[in-house]
């Protein structure tokens, strides 16, 4: 879902060739993510020039600095398996540290956090907002929360430190914060001082803001200590993020995840789980401000769901969601939990009659035991808003996306698209759809030639490609009829991921 190809189980950053807990399968198995090709987006430097008449392409270090800012926000561990598959490349996705690279292989394959702090694209990354410590301390230091924890690096090495030396000795400014009163003491109003100033012209795009909020993953909102000492809200560090990615006038590639959506289903604990899924929607409209809805790809979707369904008969509106169903069982007379769990904790048929369901801790009715819920197999949603955005209807592959993302945003393959004149083609008629259906097959059917957009490619994703340019020309020759321009040259991505989707567009959470 975030490099476009498929891949083995519990690899990351790796195709179809990376093998499980195989360190030498992932030599020959790397693939590019997102933030790489929004990292190396590739522009004609003409096109760089600012209001401010700032040649960003000359002040920046390197052709990668010409490209778009990346940032992650998750509250996961930032070396968790989804956001990992952004900037690192491991044939397991427990590889957070070195203490869980087999000792057989720790000279050939680096741990997730190092490759977070050497390698490209996680060296470069501008914004990484996240949880897990633990990863980034060798094994003697004690955590500056967790005190009575210490970190678990074996190569004796601190992380922190490293990515902060990395920064100063390349001339850029590093930021790192753990507590919300460091986090919120971040201005990214001052950034546009020094720009101003014209201090560091590249300042724009080398503002580093990497927190680290907590041992493992972030508590969950219903938990969440708001105070100074405390950790900030996925809203809060969405907000942030944006402010300080939209300073490039490249345009931004932002992720943002409610990572601990999952962790509470798993328990088959509703509350957190919904509570969470709040929390991401108020990402979602703490960011809608910011962002410009002519020049914003926002894709919003899932990548997998879980056992919970939503029962009842005759359930009256405004019955608490959390609560029983209003009807007894017409086989035992007991009630049962209006949201039930395919399976996990919860199994077995307690008589719940006068408990109270609705409590933070209360676990729902769940129908096969297991010690935490499975995930489900059903097809998730995918909202998109914005340029591109008609290109996410219908039944789509996950791995179509990132293509699609890369077609609306000219990076990656796409990466020379904005280069070129728009054709003129008229729009289809009112209510056709976009041919897309070969994507979701894998190109099978697809007869249409490819579109003058689609780049001649020698990749398997020529197909792929040419579907998406078809597609999306009708979207171009739109939006280029009424401002009278070329191609999008500055698109930003918001690309916001809930784990799990139930719910993600209501407001459930406190009755219905
Ligand atoms: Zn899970």
Same mark, same amino acid.
């Given at each position: ?269 509703a509350y957190r789980a919904l509570e969470e899924t709040l929390a991401l ?53 007991? %009630?049962?939990?209006?949201? #039930?769990?395919?399976? /996990?904790? @919860? !199994?077995? *048929? &307690? ?5 109270d369901t609705t409590v933070k801790n209360a676990v729902q009715q769940s ?66 759809? %976009?041919?897309?259906?070969? #994507?979701?097959?894998? /190109?099978? @059917? !697809?007869? *249409? &030639? ?63």
């Amino acid at each position: 879902m975030l490099c476009g190809v498929k891949a083995n189980f519990e690899t990351v950053g790796l195709d179809s060739r990376g093998r499980f807990d195989n360190c030498f399968s992932s030599f020959t198995s790397r693939v590019p993510s997102l933030i790489d090709w929004a990292q190396h987006e590739g522009m004609r430097p003409s096109r760089y020039v600012n209001a401010r008449k700032v040649d960003y392409v000359n002040a920046s270090h390197s052709a990668r600095f010409a490209g778009k800012s990346t940032g992650v926000v998750t509250t996961t561990r930032v070396t968790h398996g989804t956001p990992a598959a952004l900037y690192a490349h491991s044939a397991s996705r427990y590889w957070e540290d070195d203490g869980k690279v087999p000792p057989g292989a720790r000279h050939a394959c680096k741990d997730i956090a190092r490759q977070f702090v050497e390698d490209e694209p996680g060296k470069h990354i501008n914004v990484m907002l996240g949880g897990g410590r633990r990863h980034w301390l060798p094994k003697v230091a004690r955590d500056p929360e967790s005190t009575s924890e210490e970190g678990r690096r074996l190569d004796g090495r601190n992380l922190i430190d490293d990515w902060i030396r990395d920064k100063k000795r390349r001339g850029l400014r590093g930021h790192y914060v753990w507590n919300k009163g460091q986090f919120d003491a971040i201005n990214p109003k001052y950034v546009d001082h020094l720009l101003d100033e014209g201090s560091r012209r590249d300042d724009v795009i080398t503002v580093f803001d990497d927190g680290l909020f907590a041992y493992s993953h972030m508590d969950f909102e219903a938990d969440r200590d708001k105070s100074e000492v405390g950790d900030p809200s996925l809203a809060e560090m969405t907000r942030k993020a944006i402010q300080i990615l939209s300073k490039n006038p490249h345009g931004f590639f932002l992720f943002v995840e409610g990572g601990r959506i999952d962790h509470a289903h798993h328990y088959n604990n509703a509350y957190r789980a919904l509570e969470e899924t709040l929390a991401l929607e108020a990402a979602l409209e703490a960011a809608l401000p910011l962002l410009d809805p002519d020049k914003t790809l926002i894709v919003f979707t899932a990548d997998h769901s879980h056992v919970l369904t939503l029962g009842g008969i005759a359930t009256r509106r405004g019955n608490p969601i959390l609560g029983v169903d209003a009807k007894l069982s017409d086989v035992d007379g007991m %009630p049962y939990t209006t949201l #039930l769990y395919g399976n /996990g904790p @919860g !199994f077995g *048929r &307690e008589n719940l009659t006068g408990v109270d369901t609705t409590v933070k801790n209360a676990v729902q009715q769940s129908g096969v035991p297991r010690q935490w819920a499975t995930h489900g197999g059903e097809d998730v949603p995918v909202y998109a808003r914005g340029p591109g955005s008609s290109l996410f209807r219908g039944s789509l592959d996950q791995t179509f996306l990132p293509h699609a993302i890369a077609y609306a945003a000219c990076i990656g393959e796409h990466k020379d698209r904005c280069k070129k004149k728009l054709p003129t083609v008229q729009p289809p008629p009112n209510g056709q759809q %976009p041919s897309l259906l070969p #994507l979701a097959t894998g /190109g099978r @059917g !697809f007869s *249409r &030639e490819p579109s003058v957009c689609a780049e001649p490619s020698t990749s398997s994703n020529t197909v792929r490609t040419a579907a998406v340019g078809a597609s999306i020309m009708a979207d171009d020759s739109r939006r280029s009829h009424a401002k009278g321009s070329t191609v999008r040259a500055e698109v930003r991505v918001l690309m916001a991921v809930s784990l799990v989707t139930v719910f993600v567009h209501s407001k459930v959470g406190r009755g219905v």
